[in-house]
């Protein structure tokens, strides 16, 4: 987009809200009749033009007029659909840019003899991907960046492109210790530095006296945006503080539409990389004793939820075993996986105890606060 309409789109945005919020204190006025106070007409003068259309189209009902309440929300509609027009143009032109070369699958030659099949049949397209990004580096000369990868994808990756050959990769999520990175395939010509990987860091101001939140509400806000998962990376929490990392052609994006986490209003500050927080991983450590130590037995006492409710989440494809999605509720856990159910938050066997006489197993689970 032009840098020049993409500014002018910015303050359209922004006059929007404010006029969306005149709209309303100007609402709120008629119930409190402060509509003939100086305030009031000043009000008046600026909301009244844009409210009479609204006026002689919806009736009132008995002595309520509804059509202010109307007419705010098809504001917040229309800035709701600009907004969505500037992701629409703006990021996913970025997110979705497709390579016109095609790789069969089974070609051992590209993966320096990996037997691909060997790996799980649902990973298969993620592996298709590794290999067309690896064909379009050596092809192109040129580096390709992939989006925020959990450990498992790392893995897959590393496997697939290996050590030795035309191709390299590395890593990286903004700062060391990182869970989710964002990975830079790139040819032997080609030295990657950290400005290479295309990283943004915000931190979230929020009434910390007054409300806390944990990793899954700051997670499940950013989802609300309707972005993928592999758009942002790790989200840090620590000592009152929250940060998170996202790719850095949605900064933009998240700097205008991340306004609230639940209910509560908030604003970001976007930080250099060096600004991290020191990432504490705080792990509220569980006690519990199961029949097995299968997945939905597990789960159903990590999150005080029923066996049914937890087979149901499990079929349905919403629970991931360190960082892979599994669909079998008999699935066998041990000692140190790790487990996330969507809505739920992320979980940890951190060790199993043996048996009681009644033959159950004693185990301790942590889970992510």
């Known amino acids: 987009m032009d840098p020049i309409l993409f500014s002018i789109l910015k303050i359209i945005l922004l006059l929007m809200r404010i006029y969306s919020y005149i709209l309303l204190i100007y609402i709120f006025m008629s119930w409190f009749n402060l509509r003939d106070t100086d305030i009031g007409r000043l009000f008046a003068r600026v909301s009244e033009p844009y409210l009479d259309p609204f006026r002689r189209i919806i009736p009132p009902i008995g002595m309520i007029d509804i ?10 509609l229309a800035r709701a659909g600009i907004a969505e027009i500037f992701f629409m143009v703006h990021v996913k032109r ?3 840019r497709k390579r016109d070369c095609a790789v069969p699958f089974f070609k051992r030659s590209q993966t320096n003899g990996i037997d691909l099949p ?13 290999l067309t990004w690896k064909q379009y580096v050596k092809d192109a000369y040129a580096p390709e960046l992939t989006d925020f990868l959990d450990p498992r994808m790392q893995r897959i990756v590393n496997t697939v492109i290996g050590n030795h050959g ?12 990182s869970e989710r990175k964002r990975m830079l395939l790139f040819p032997d010509y080609f030295s990657p530095d950290e400005d290479d990987f295309h990283l943004a860091l915000f931190e979230v101001h929020y009434p910390a006296k007054f409300v806390s939140f944990e990793h899954k509400h700051v997670l499940g806000s950013l989802m609300a945006l309707g972005l993928k998962r592999e758009k942002f990376g790790d989200i840090l929490i620590g000592e009152g503080r929250i940060q998170f990392f996202v790719a850095a052609e949605l900064s933009d994006f998240i700097q205008m539409e991340f306004r609230q986490i639940g209910k509560t209003p908030v604003t970001l500050t976007k930080m250099q990389l060096g600004e991290a927080i020191g990432q504490q991983q705080r792990w509220l450590e569980k006690q519990a004793t199961v029949s097995s130590l299968r997945l939905d037995a597990i789960l159903s006492a990590v999150y005080n939820i029923s066996r049914q409710k937890t087979r149901a989440l499990i079929e349905h494809g919403l629970v991931k075993v360190n960082w892979k999605t599994v669909e079998d509720p008999a699935f066998q856990c041990e000692e140190g996986d790790t487990f996330s159910a969507r809505g739920y938050g992320r979980s940890r066997l951190i060790r199993v105890e043996g048996k009681t006489k009644k033959e159950k197993w004693r185990m301790v689970a942590g889970i992510l606060k």
């Open 166 to 177: 035309a191709v390299s990769v590395r890593a990286f999520g903004g700062y060391r210790e």
């Open 67 to 76: 059509s202010p309440i109307v007419a705010f929300f098809v504001l917040d």
């Open 94 to 96: 970025a997110i979705f």
């Open 118 to 130: 060997a790996f799980p049949a649902d990973e298969k397209e993620f592996i298709d991907q590794v």
